[in-house]
């Protein structure tokens, strides 16, 4: 598992992929994250919505949102390398991808040295 919890798989993700659809627009409430980690969050902060998500299902447009409760009770599944999540009676598998990015700056012992000897 490469994250501890799934809160840290999001905050890490630049994809997310919900019941096998891609959710590539989805977003935390960092103001809520903010007050759980200093401890100010009040009773109802639990049933707040802390992930929303848009994807498209074919040509209809599908939204999530869980609650910080639910992500926070998330459970991850190594052999479906996801995580379970249970929103009410609906169940949930939610895969967080990071994006691949390069560096196409050329390291100095790349580069051309002009000596050709």
Known sequence: MPHNSLIDA??????LEIDGLYAWQFSLDNELLAQVSAGSADA???QKPLL??????GSTRRHWQFS?????AA??????DCWRLSEGEQRHLIK????????NAQDDDDAPS????
């Not at 999001?10 to 994809?15: E, F, G, I, K, S």
């Open 96 to 103: 967080c991808f990071a994006a691949i990015s390069a560096d």
């Open 114 to 117: 002009g000596d050709d000897a």
């Open 68 to 72: 910080l409760a639910a992500v926070l």
């Open 75 to 80: 459970r991850f599944d190594p052999e479906g």
């Open 52 to 57: 929303k998500a848009d994807g498209l299902d």
């Open 10 to 15: 999001l905050q890490a993700a630049d994809m």
């Open 44 to 46: 109802d902060s639990q």
